[in-house]
Nanobody, 124 residues
């Protein structure tokens, strides 16, 4: 059974940093895709960053390029999202997601496994 558990959310001021972590159990794939999504109040869920587990190729939403970095630690079974230069518009619930298959991009919509989310709030 796949379980994804996020941690690391919190409240910061504009320009601050946070590091989110996702502990993945029961999920292991050399041809999979892991992702961070976010959902702000009253808005749809959007993909922020993805990483292909096979070769580590990453993809980012335009809104976070140059500020966010996704990474994986296969030995520990964790996925991370380093968020720098945070803005109020980054305020959202952040979710970890995992799936299988070689197609791995922020444009991918099919992820069968999801965490419960961790809240990030950025104040001005």
């Amino acid at each position: 059974q796949v379980q994804l558990v996020e941690s690391g959310g919190g409240s910061v001021q504009t320009g601050g940093s946070l590091r989110l972590s996702c502990a993945a159990s029961g999920y292991s794939s050399d041809t999979g895709c892991m992702a961070w999504f976010r959902q702000a109040p009253g808005k749809g869920r959007e993909a922020v960053a993805t990483i292909y587990t096979g070769d580590g190729i990453k993809d980012y939403a335009d809104s976070v390029k140059g500020r966010f970095t996704i990474s994986q630690d296969n030995a520990k079974g964790t996925l991370s999202l380093q968020m720098n230069s945070l803005k109020p518009e980054d305020t959202a619930m952040y979710y970890c997601a995992a799936g299988f298959g070689a197609y791995c991009s922020v444009r991918r919509s099919g992820f069968p496994y999801w965490g419960q989310g961790t809240q990030v709030t950025v104040s001005s």
